[in-house]
Structures are given as C-alpha cells and as structure tokens.
C-alpha cells in the first residue's frame, strides 16, 4: 500500500522513497491498530483510565471534570495543578501526556483558561493527538476521524454543562473503523 504521495522522479519512474515510506506507514498503522483494539476489549470502554491536568485558569473544571467521571466508574490519574496560583501549562500538559505515551493511561483531558496552550503543548509530543473542542459535534468527530488520544479544554470558553457533555462524547466514541482515517492518521505520524 503507498501512502505517501506518489511522484515521478527525473526518469519519470516512481519514486522509491515513496514506497519505502508507505510501507513503513503502513507497519506503524498496523502495529496501533492491533494495540487499539487490545486495549479497547481489555479494558472495557468504560473502564479507561484517564489522566488530568491543569494550569490555574483551569484547575476548576479539571476538578468538575474529575468527579464527573469518578461518577462514571473511571481511574483518574490527576496530574494537578490544584489552585490559583500562577503556572505554566506546558509543565502540566506534559505529564498528563506522558501518562498516555507510557501506557499508564489510555487518554488524557487537558484543561487551561483557552485550552489552546495545553493543545499546543501536547501536540509537540510524538504520537499524541490533541484537539481543542469547544462542541459536541467536534467531540465525537475528532474521535472517529482523528483518533484523538488527549482532548483539550478551555474552562474560560465554555460552561461546565457543555464541557462535561463534550468529555462524555468524546470518552465514549470509538475510532471509526474506516481506512480513510486511519491512512490520513499514518501520514501525521510520518510527520513526527
Ligand atoms: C493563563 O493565564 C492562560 O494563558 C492559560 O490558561 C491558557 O489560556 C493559555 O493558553
């Protein structure tokens, strides 16, 4: 299978770059697959553990969100922060992140006053893929098409009505089981 973009070099022949690239493209599809679904029957989709972090403009609804899914019957691995005082997102976003990375979690939420700077932060992580969403129509899209594996939030955008809607959707919706997405997932792990 190729998906890297198919070119023709100088004497017109495709390239084998290319090729190479998908096939290693399609061994590190593979390989998540198999994990994914490991992971999904193991642990049950309401069972997953679940990391938590958050600077002081979003220690609030990290700590709404928190007992939210307790309630659910989730593990949560609270990586704070747990107050007002001035922070710096990135050191939180981080071992959150690192939780998924490692295997100790299987996703992780993100909270900040925006939620932009923790989506910005975890997304510089390899083989995390963060989305910033503020709607539930976004929540159960980035699941399907994007497989995200962090979600971010902005506690000074939204209610917490809406946020703890947009966390169970997102919690909740499996990866669609369609190619498409998995070959355009592929080649943003080429990226990295
Ligand atoms: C903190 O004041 C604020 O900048 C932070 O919570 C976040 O909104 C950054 O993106």
Known sequence: MLLATR??????AL??????LGKEQWRIFVRRALFSIIMYYAMGVSAVKIALAADHG?????NEIKLFLEQ???EILDCGCDCADSVDYPDYA???AQAVLDGRCARAILVCGTGIGMSIAANKMSDIRCALVHDTFSAKATREHNDTNVLALGERVIGPGLALEIVAIW?????S?????????AKI???E
Do not use: C, M, Q
């Open 72 to 74: 659910r019957g989730h």
């Open 15 to 20: 390239s084998d770059t290319a090729g190479r």
């Open 94 to 96: 981080v071992p959150a």
């Open 189 to 191: 792990s080429a990226l």
């Open 7 to 12: 070119g023709t070099n100088h004497s017109g």
């Open 171 to 175: 919690v909740d919706t499996p990866f």
């Open 58 to 62: 979003g220690f609030r609804l990290k």
């Open 177 to 185: 089981e369609d190619g498409r997405h998995a070959r355009r997932i």
